[in-house]
DNA sequence: GGCGATCCTTGACCCAGATCAAGAGACGAG
DNA sequence: CTCGTCTCTTGATCTGGGTCAAGGATCGCC
């Protein structure tokens, strides 16, 4: 591993608009650049152990990460998925609650938990951005906890497919000559993990969307969605997303 | 219905140290309190539907409520409980995301959602509270999410009542004699929503529980637990709540 | 080009919890 | 006291997804 630090002015920083940063005016930029520094991290390491004293939090800037929790008898399920611009760790708690660990190669912009404390309670924006943030993951979670609860293996796939479908499309708005594609960023077992099945029903779902001209599949990460309607139909999302009237 | 305006003075209110207002100065909840009122509702009835524009936000001062969310063909799963001094709503959020339900009578301490947000924003105080709390219900939400991911029905139910118990001991002091007991607030029913269970697999995991002398029942709603460390163990959580070493 | 190491797919079988069904308490209204 | 309405329990049966097992793809490395 090695931790050379890019070092990227916060207003060239791709994630400048849609992470903690967000709402900054510049010389409130300028104070979080000073106590700024970057962090790399390898695919499959563990950036943070649950219980472990947290040393600092920070921004995803490239890359993705994964929240989890463990059992004792090895039972785990994913609690977060970590993209970039989301933030790590919790101002206020000295111990980590859950495990972190980098799926790809991913890049932290990171800030040692005190100094950014106390830069946090003399600019409100950052707080205020924090707040809209944490509110939104809750909702996030909110959701998940419908899907796990409540949904058959294959509206949970479904459930899946169109919600990396939809944060990435907010990420890079490629849109590949109208055809929706994406690249799944993990593997079946890390799916199951989120989805609180086992890697077979996983692929066997997969499969099974397949087969029925829900998706279609190049290689087996790389999802093209056809009828995005239809997925999301799949999904058993209330269609119109609560537009009601 | 009847709306009467119990007016308490926030000084002398039961969820002062808890709530939202927690860490307000006097003079600061001298102008929360020229913009609050309260409002009482009856058990079964809603009071926030999905979807619906929201008008205010405030607190749970009395009562339990639950914030639901239910699929078209009726699947519903329940996905936060509100005791007293939870909070409502959501700043910077129009609509609801969620229904919100008073499973009992239940008053709350309200502000219309206009003057709350403008007085979050020159009050530090409540903001920091705010986050706070939802970085709580967040980490609450996620061990939620092992539980409906990766736990048994047997291993559901403890955890459910080992949480109740958790929540009213931090709420009431309430160590009758030693022995801890807790009155289940949700009906049967209520309880397969909140764990992804049907009523039928709750009532005969109680039922199993019982048999086991895990717990012991008084009526069918008063639950005593003989041996919290063995409930602990049969909701699987790690023993001793990650404190290692 | 062969050889591991991952990761993924598919099949056969099983079981925890869902579903369907019947009744037992508990309790308020008349 | 009786009736109706909830809520809860328990039994019988079914099934979606778990478990166990056997390969197949893909890729990097020697």
Redesign the interface.
Known sequence: MHDHSVHVQCGDCPIRHRAVCARCETDELGRLEQIKYYRSFQAGQTIIW??DRMEFVGSVVTGIAT?T?T??DG???M??LLLPSDFVG????S?A??DVTATTDLVMCCFRKKPFEDLM?TT?HI??R???M??D???A??????L???KTAREKIASLISIIARRDAALHVRRTSGMLSVDLPLTREEMADY??LTLETVSRQISALKKDGVITLEGNRHVSIPDLDRLLEEA?D?SDG?M?V
Chains 1, 2 share one sequence.
């Not at 919790?90 to 708690?93: A, I, K, S």
């Open positions: 649950s219980g929240l929790q059992m004792e039972r785990r399920q609690v977060g919790r101002p206020g708690r111990t609650a859950f309670s409100p707080a205020q924090l707040l809209e944490t509110l993951e809750l909702d979670a909110r959701e998940w906890m419908l796990l609860g409540r989805l609180g058993g209330d609560g009601l």
